[in-house]
């Protein structure tokens, strides 16, 4: 995807979030990130747009630290002017990543061809997740178009996975091929000393230790983030799955 594609992900999936949360109401609760209700959401994903925007605009050379999430969810704005703030600093971000120069240089924590590749990428599947999220407390999941959803995979795959901070449990063996049905796409994740080891289109059939997971690319999506569960969103598992669980219990992406 291009850069404008995913300013244009982050535009719409942020008015979709806001939306949802004002049907679900404040008080309502997330249930895939509990103790998180709906304003809970609203300020982590509010301070998380404005952290980004800020490295946009002072250019920072490294990744701006931040308060512990317990601060962040005492800020923002009074519960009746949540919804506000938070569709306030969203539009405040798509404009900041709309108008960047797009040979900007600023901190950034996973590979991309560019600074503003990485933060227009990252905040568009940022909020696409807390979209989910929001409609979790209304008992929805949402279903994101398949290209989108097959790039959030290879971004939380090939750009999270690796990531030093994530180690699979010693001795794990085996490994997991994702492949999405309706784009095509394959990525095969395994270990090796220590660390995760991730391929795009991974040749042969899986290994006799592998397990599979496959569907179409929104489910599986939500599925690979810990967002729904596996067989009412469509998604097929086979073959052995210990890698699989030790992997998404591994590589869980927290504000820290």
Known sequence: MEIAEHIDALRDQGALLAEAAGRAGLDA??????????????????????????????????????????????????????IAWFLAGHRALVETLAAADPALECGTFMDAPSAL??????????????RADAESALGLAPEYPPGFAADGIDELIMGFGPRRKYRPPAGDAGGVRVRTTDTGDAWHVSASAGRIQCQREPQGPPGPDDGTVSGPASAVYLFLWNRVDPGPAGVTISGNQDFLTAWQSSVRVRWD
Do not use: M, N
Request: proline share 10%.
């Open 117 to 130: 590749a990485f933060w227009a990428r990252r905040q568009a599947h940022e909020t696409a997740i807390h």
């Open 29 to 82: 609760a997330v249930s895939r990130c509990p103790p998180w209700l709906v304003k809970d959401l609203l300020r982590h994903t509010g301070y998380i747009h404005r952290w980004a925007a800020r490295h946009i605009i002072e250019c920072p050379a490294r990744v701006l630290e931040g308060p512990p999430e317990a601060e962040i969810l005492r800020g923002g704005a009074p519960d009746p002017d949540l």
